[in-house]
């Protein structure tokens, strides 16, 4: 049995844990390819028109692994309970996922967070687990260890990050669900882009978690979603820092729409560039905004330099 | 904003809601309540203002009923809590008002925690420190009532309008039904007063032919609820001799909500909760389709996740049962006249296959 991985949405956050969860189960897989140009077109064909682009490219990668793979992984989660909730679309993705490629004959792989429902992280793994055929204490095996690699993975990730704040040059704090940050087509061109401005890209999301959220009620009381406190906190976490931060959000993201305004509301001090990326082609107007931005922080740098 | 002023309380527009809002703050919390001026193209174009470019269009109605409501003086505000966008709607409303420099109090409903009431209490002792809860909780059954009976009202007109043989009585009935919910004191009052009503309205002469085209709404809330930001879709329809049924507003979507039937209903198209209002989507949509119906039209704010997220599973149930659904995405650029032309597209479409089929 052959397991396709969509590389688009919750890959970002838990591709650690979902690869070595089926090494350590002994179950092939395959990650689709970094986003092209091909798969954020077939996302467009089989997506609703107004759908968001990151849900447009995760629908690419799912047709692109159709006929690749006996079944696909497409994980479902209601919300984290204490720690926020997530946007509907993470919700709905199964649903939407399963209607959309009916006619394919699509086969899925999931697992379900609900902590109402009792349906924590374990549970729905071991769930998963005994789909795919395999005993409860293997499974359970595999868990821990998947864990314990993604635990070690991201602290490393997140140790290399600090050691990059450390450094001199110029640096910008990127803020942005992780799903559009790492994203080959949409997201990876801008922090190319940053290094070649020789600006050291920092990245919201590898800041840590549990400290973000936290540090995020500083910024907004109400806010509902886990992983835009997560984005939010590292703000607050980081803001002394760093020179500059990039709001990136695909268009037209539900949770952003508000978040962002919020952050451009409270957030002072600091420059604050609020990029919405669509998708469209043709790279030189976003350079340009990028470029002109980093003038922008270069000139009040040398001014405060003078001072 | 000045501490001793008395409260003013308003709430943004929706539907007719705003009479037993008025009644409930009124009556049970005893502070004035301002009911701001009905939606219009002004007040989409004030919130649009001042509210970020890609949100969903019912924040910025809300915000732009805010301002005109200020504007009519009103000096607190109040916002729910919600499972979707709306959730988050409050703190971003409280602070462009606020940068705006009204100085308005801001009760914010998500601050609130549904699994426990007393928090509800908290937030409104903001509006009434003096709050008696004999009287709220005896206004507040009046006030669900009134909701009730509300929505039973509009269920009828809604389903005979379009064959009155005099043009306009039902709609005047209606705003005479609207304006004496104004007046009531009890319980007792609301039945009465529906009950008066709807025998003047079931007294209207109508004329219906023997098959009845009949068309189901289903949607995002608020767009689904209030006319103004639908365009007057009902109305339209009904116009053109169609009956009309809509399940979703407040009685059924709150009052008696049974997630769990919808749930098993529709457990072959969907596994799981899908967000805010999507799951109703599904569900009437499936049970009209099922009916026979002859359509059905679909109606959100541009962006609206949760209802995006119920196409694909609306195109399934339509290839499944054959069913023409029309789907309708409303923004601040909408216009009229493509709105009315794919009416009509959907309205030949509709009679050609009743046609075929005789």
């Known amino acids: 049995m052959k397991v396709g991985i969509p590389r688009a949405f919750l890959y970002y956050k838990y591709h650690y844990l979902w690869e070595s969860f089926l090494e350590e189960l002994g179950i092939e897989y395959v990650v689709s390819p970094y986003t092209n140009r091909e798969i954020y077109q077939q996302g467009t064909i089989y997506a609703i028109d107004e759908a968001c682009l990151s849900s447009k490219i995760y629908l690419g990668h799912v047709a692109s692994l159709l006929g690749k793979c006996d079944y696909i992984l497409v994980p479902r989660v209601f919300g984290f309970g204490e720690d926020g909730s997530v946007c509907t679309k993470f919700q709905a993705i199964y649903d939407v996922v399963n209607n959309t490629f009916r006619n394919q004959k699509i086969k899925i792989l999931y697992y379900n967070i609900n902590p109402k429902e009792t349906a924590n992280e374990f549970r729905s793994f071991l769930k998963m687990g005994k789909f795919l055929g395999k005993k409860k204490a293997q499974i359970t095996r595999a868990y821990l260890i998947a864990k314990q690699n993604q635990k070690v993975n991201q602290l490393m990730d997140m140790k290399r990050q600090e050691s990059l704040l450390e450094k001199d040059g110029m640096k910008i704090l990127l803020v942005g669900h992780p799903y559009n940050v790492y994203d080959r087509y949409i997201g990876d061109p801008i922090i190319q882009y940053l290094k070649s401005l020789e600006v050291t890209p920092i990245i919201a999301d590898l800041c840590d978690k549990k400290a973000a959220r936290e540090a995020s009620f500083q910024v907004s009381e109400t806010l509902p979603w886990a992983f835009n406190r997560e984005l939010v906190g590292a703000i607050e976490i980081y803001r002394k820092k760093i020179d500059g931060i990039i709001l990136m959000s695909s268009f037209p993201c539900g949770p952003d729409s508000l978040v962002n305004e919020i952050i451009l509301r409270r957030i002072k001090g600091i420059p604050i560039l609020n990029l919405v990326l669509d998708g469209q082609d043709g790279s030189a107007g976003l350079e340009t905004r990028l470029e002109s931005f980093i003038d922008i922080i270069k000139i009040k740098r040398d001014e405060k330099d003078e001072d | ?358």
Not at chain 2, 41 to 62: A, R
Not at chain 2, 216 to 228: R, S
Not at chain 2, 282 to 295: I, N, P, R
Request: hydrophobic fraction near 35%; charged fraction near 25%; include cysteine.
């Open chain 2, 1 to 358: 904003m000045k501490t001793k002023e008395p409260c003013r309380v308003a709430f943004p527009r929706f539907g007719n809601y705003h009479i037993p809002l008025e009644f409930l703050f009124t009556k049970g919390l005893g502070v004035e309540y301002i009911t701001p001026p009905p939606s219009t193209k002004k007040t989409l174009e004030i919130g649009s203002k001042y509210s970020p470019d890609y949100v969903c269009s019912p924040f910025k109605f809300n915000l732009g009923n805010y301002i005109e409501a200020i504007e009519a003086g009103a000096n607190t505000l109040v916002q729910t809590g919600g499972t979707c966008r709306l959730g988050y709607y409050g703190e971003l409303h409280e602070q462009i008002l606020k940068d705006l420099g009204y100085d308005v109090k801001f009760v914010n409903m998500s601050k609130a925690n549904y699994r426990n009431p007393l928090t509800f209490y908290n937030e409104f002792k903001k509006v009434n420190p003096n709050l008696n809860l004999a009287k709220v909780s005896s206004a507040l059954l009046t006030m669900l009532k009134m909701v009730e009976c509300i929505d039973n009202v509009d269920d009828y007109v809604r389903q005979n309008v379009g064959f009155e043989v005099h043009d306009g009585e039902m709609e005047k009935i209606h705003e005479a039904y609207l304006e004496a919910l104004k007046q009531v004191e009890t319980k007792k009052d609301v039945i009465k007063t529906t009950k008066t009503y709807m025998k003047k309205l079931k007294d209207v002469k109508t004329k219906k032919p023997k098959k009845l085209i009949r068309v189901g709404i289903v949607g995002e809330y608020y767009t689904i609820m209030e006319p103004f930001s639908n365009h007057f879709i009902e109305k339209e329809l009904a116009k053109k001799g169609i009956v009309i049924y809509r399940w979703m507003n407040v009685t059924n979507s709150i009052l008696h909500y049974d997630g769990k039937e919808q749930k098993k209903v529709i457990k072959n198209y969907v596994k799981y909760y899908m967000g805010a209002t999507s799951m109703s989507t599904v569900y009437k949509t499936l049970e009209w389709a099922k009916a026979g119906f002859d359509g059905i039209v679909h109606v959100k704010s541009f962006g609206c996740t949760p209802e995006i997220d119920a196409m694909p599973v609306l195109q399934k149930i339509s290839a499944d049962y054959k069913i023409p659904i029309l789907y309708f995405s409303f923004d601040s650029q909408t216009s009229e006249t493509g709105i009315q032309t794919r009416l009509e597209a959907f309205y030949d479409m509709i009679m050609m296959r009743k046609e075929k089929r005789k």
